[in-house]
């Protein structure tokens, strides 16, 4: 588990649920902006096999994601990406879309973000003449994500149309600036430098500048930063700032059990996360 959550769960909102977003914040490219949550869930997984459809809690682990996209207020429209018909048809019994499989190609360890979503972006525009203003990117290995996070996460996008993106961010256990390589003579060189400051790796850490972490809870985007600069992120990213103890993430056999046990001992609760997992074959 990327960061510790601790035996009370996740802790109490940071971040108040937007009743009605639409009618609060203009979108300054459209007077409706179409918000699409792609949820990206391959077949194939070496640490955790079958991971995306495995039981979590009594439900598919995709479904977590599924049903938190469902509440969000601001998110329009739910389409899973995957090369797995398994994984299309459970998903389409939690609420989401399938319209299109992946490709084979697209779908491979080494895969990145980037043409996955691009493939997407393409095939809808192409089949449907459908383009989203926004992209939130939710990965099915954050399940106990917080609905109003997604809200927060586009409404700060949409507050700030200069930036490419956002992307959820914490403060990470160890400081960069306290790690070295090992050059080609085998003597540590520092990773990172710090202008003014020599010999950062010998201050105390509360005199080093404060870093963050892409924790890949959630990360949102305009889809012309996908299409036009052939990224995900761009340049011009915006934080969303989260506590160590606001978020998960299912990287091993571990995190799944712990994070698995706080849910069915109640330490977390469908309140706490503002949604609750059920299984439908449409959309409230």
């Known amino acids: 588990m990327g960061a510790g959550i601790g035996e009370q769960g996740l802790g109490n909102r940071n971040l108040a649920p937007v009743p009605n977003p639409q009618s609060l914040i203009p979108n300054p490219k459209s007077p409706m902006t179409e918000i699409l949550a792609l949820i990206p869930a391959r077949g194939g997984s070496k640490s955790i096999p079958r991971k995306n459809i495995r039981p979590f809690a009594g439900h598919p682990l995709i479904a977590w994601s599924i049903a938190a996209a469902r509440a969000a207020e601001t998110v329009t ?3 899973v990406s995957t090369d797995d018909e398994e994984i299309a048809a459970v ?5 989401a879309e399938v319209p299109f499989m992946r490709p084979p190609e697209l779908a491979q360890d080494d ?3 980037l043409p996955v979503f691009e493939h997407a972006l393409r095939v809808l525009e192409e089949g449907e003449n459908y383009r989203p203003e926004i992209i939130v990117h939710l990965r099915p290995t954050s399940p106990l994500r917080k609905v109003w996070h997604i809200d927060q996460a586009v409404l700060r996008l949409l507050e700030r149309p200069e ?3 956002i992307r959820s961010v914490s403060p990470p256990s160890q400081n960069p600036f306290k790690m070295y390589r090992i050059g080609a003579d085998g003597l540590l060189q520092a990773l990172v430098e710090v202008p003014g400051m020599p010999e950062a790796y010998n201050m105390p850490r509360q005199a080093l500048p404060a870093v963050y972490w892409h924790n890949g809870y959630i990360d949102a985007f305009w889809a012309d930063t996908v299409m036009e600069q052939h990224s995900v992120s761009g340049r011009r990213i915006l934080p969303l700032t989260l506590s160590a103890e606001e978020w998960i993430d299912l990287d091993t056999p571990e995190d799944w059990a712990r994070a698995e046990n706080l849910v069915q001992r109640g330490s977390i609760t469908p309140d706490d996360l ?4 059920q299984g439908t074959g449409s959309r409230d």
Do not use: K
């Open 77 to 79: 429209r739910i389409i």
């Open 163 to 165: 930036a490419d993106s």
């Open 91 to 95: 998903a389409r019994r939690y609420g």
């Open 111 to 113: 895969t990145p973000d």
């Open 274 to 277: 503002g949604f609750e997992v």
